[in-house]
């Protein structure tokens, strides 16, 4: 960045902090350099890198509108997070529960969403889906679910904290006619290619037919409720017209950010205010052509419901096993 951009940005970044913050000593702490260094980049006697802009940006955990202002341009910045290679290693999960719990909102959380899939979040009640899917997304070796030494403590609590995060907030969703399908097929390609047992299959359809009775009671209370965990508001509609990959809005108040899902690898998010506009437009168009299942008429939740339960049975039929198996 140019002289007068890079004071432009520490403008910006000592108005979002708060006025006790001792905003350079904590700029010198990150870039290991000297509070003289740090006033002279303020004063842009000095460059500052861009290389030490995204560390300040990612120790700071800053908003992307800091970095570039977005109020007036066409362009649309994304910043791409997508899960590594290794088990262990799922940062833009990490990414997502930073952004759920940042403390500086003043107002709660609440969540927009559409999706031809069965929302990730939903697989975080489910242990044995979870690592299930973990494993899918990063190549890994599929384990036994029941192998308590296979689990990975660290990454199952982020998950459940995302999980109590997702189901505290309202949230307002849109569902495709197959979200199930994805996770069938990788269920159904798992067990053909011998990857993972008979038992193994069964207990995943069988905790995924769990999840799905669990959102048949959401729909009718509103709530999500789960275990004794603060429980948020849900709305969720079925839209038969292609919802598309997962388009998620978080929101705290005017305050959004868009996660835009690249089908399992990744989220590209962003937080440019008419592109949140207009995908809050696009989503709440969807609901309103598709058909409410939370708190309306049970006949029509119920056909969803069997709809989605169907596809599980039609899956043990395409494995030739049944529940019992």
Request: glycine share 4%; hydrophobic share 40%; proline share 3%.
């Amino acid at each position: 960045m140019d002289n007068k951009e890079q004071v432009a940005f520490f403008e910006r970044l000592k108005d979002a902090v708060p006025s006790s913050f001792n905003l350079a000593q904590e700029l010198a702490d990150i870039l290991e350099t000297s509070v003289d260094s740090i006033y002279r980049r303020m004063r842009g006697q000095s460059a500052l890198t861009y290389s030490e802009l995204l560390l300040i940006q990612r120790k700071l955990n800053l908003k992307q509108s800091l970095l570039f202002p977005i109020d007036s341009i066409e362009e649309v910045t994304f910043v791409y997070a997508r899960p590594a290679y290794g088990y262990d290693s799922f940062l833009f999960l990490q990414e997502i529960s930073n952004q759920m719990e940042l403390v500086h909102r003043r107002s709660n959380l609440s969540i927009l969403l559409s999706s031809d899939d069965l929302p990730f979040f939903l697989h975080f009640l489910s242990p044995a889906l979870l690592q299930f899917k973990l494993m899918v997304f990063s190549g890994d070796e599929i384990h036994d679910p029941e192998n308590p030494e296979e689990q990975n403590p660290e990454l199952i609590n982020m998950c459940t904290q995302i999980l109590k995060r997702w189901l505290a907030a309202n949230s307002k969703e849109v569902w495709g006619s197959v979200p199930l399908d994805s996770t069938l097929k990788q269920i159904l390609y798992s067990h053909e290619n011998h990857l993972i047992t008979d038992a193994y299959a069964v207990t995943l359809l069988e905790e995924l037919r769990s999840i799905v009775e669990i959102v048949r009671s959401w729909c009718a209370s509103g709530k999500k409720q789960f275990q004794d965990w603060e429980a948020g508001d849900l709305q969720l509609f079925h839209s038969e017209l292609n919802t598309g990959e997962m388009n998620m809005l978080l929101g705290f108040g005017s305050e959004l950010t868009t996660y835009k899902s690249n089908y399992g690898y990744g989220y590209l998010k962003t937080e440019h205010p008419q592109y949140c506009y207009e995908t809050q437009e696009w989503i709440n168009d969807l609901a309103s052509k598709g058909m409410l299942i939370s708190l309306s008429a049970e006949k029509y939740r119920n056909q969803y419901i069997n709809l989605l339960l169907k596809s599980i049975d039609d899956c043990y039929k395409k494995l030739n096993l049944t529940a019992n198996s």
